[in-house]
T-cell receptor, first 114, second 113 residues
Framework: AQSVTQLDSQVPVFEEAPVELRCNYSSSVSVYLFWYVQYPNQGLQLLLKYLSGSTLVKGINGFEAEFNKSQTSFHLRKPSVHISDTAEYFCAVSERGGGNKLTFGTGTQLKVEL | DAGITQSPRHKVTETGTPVTLRCHQTENHRYMYWYRQDPGHGLRLIHYSYGVKDTDKGEVSDGYSVSRSKTEDFLLTLESATSSQTSVYFC????????????FGPGTRLTVL
């Protein structure tokens, strides 16, 4: 069965600084990978996804993530964060050919400070 | 934004009472999902549906049942609510199983006293 580990429950960062949110996954088969963002009192919104091809994936709001198969990682990065990026971020995995179920990590709360 | 609504958005109920949450979509997507979100656990799949009257259990299905009599509606029922079911419930939809990109509703905050 697949699983996802988000190593940091909270990440504080100053505005305009770079940030990396870490995600590692475990699966016995090939996977699709996703990052979702949740703003306070809202549902989840897709930031970006890796399906195949280039391992560097660009998403909305200036975020990008890199798929590293050997390290089973899919870390999310942004070179310069804004106050409006304060939110909770979830990494998720779906197994190829495994039907239609997503497994989520426990989330990372990104807090951007002035 | 994907056309997904959830009702009610907030509900307070007492232990032992039945509760039904509704998810309605206007996207004609085949797949629908119910998740619960709890601090420290992320989102966990309760039940999902891959078509009208076709449903299956997820990771945390005990104490929950679902029904889908038409494409646009997916109901989640707590037959006899318990305090451990206090949570935020999210519905999601997906048009394909292959890439499994899911679109989420706004959530229902349920409190069981």
């Amino acid at each position: 069965a697949q699983s996802v580990t988000q190593l940091d429950s909270q990440v504080p960062v100053f505005e305009e600084a770079p940030v990396e949110l870490r995600c590692n996954y475990s699966s016995s088969v090939s996977v699709y990978l996703f990052w979702y963002v949740q703003y306070p009192n809202q549902g989840l919104q897709l930031l970006l996804k890796y399906l195949s091809g280039s391992t560097l994936v660009k998403g909305i709001n200036g975020f990008e993530a890199e798929f590293n198969k050997s390290q089973t990682s899919f870390h999310l990065r942004k070179p310069s964060v804004h106050i409006s990026d304060t939110a909770e971020y979830f990494c998720a995995v779906s197994e190829r050919g495994g039907g239609n179920k997503l497994t989520f990590g426990t989330g990372t709360q990104l807090k951007v400070e002035l | 934004d994907a056309g997904i609504t959830q009702s009610p958005r907030h509900k307070v109920t007492e232990t032992g009472t039945p509760v039904t949450l509704r998810c309605h979509q206007t996207e004609n997507h085949r797949y629908m999902y119910w998740y619960r979100q709890d601090p420290g656990h992320g989102l966990r799949l309760i039940h999902y549906s891959y078509g009208v009257k076709d449903t299956d259990k997820g990771e945390v299905s005990d104490g929950y049942s679902v029904s889908r009599s038409k494409t646009e509606d997916f109901l989640l029922t707590l037959e006899s609510a318990t305090s451990s079911q206090t949570s935020v419930y999210f519905c999601a939809i997906s048009g394909t199983a292959t890439y499994n990109e899911q679109f989420f509703g706004p959530g229902t905050r349920l409190t069981v006293l």
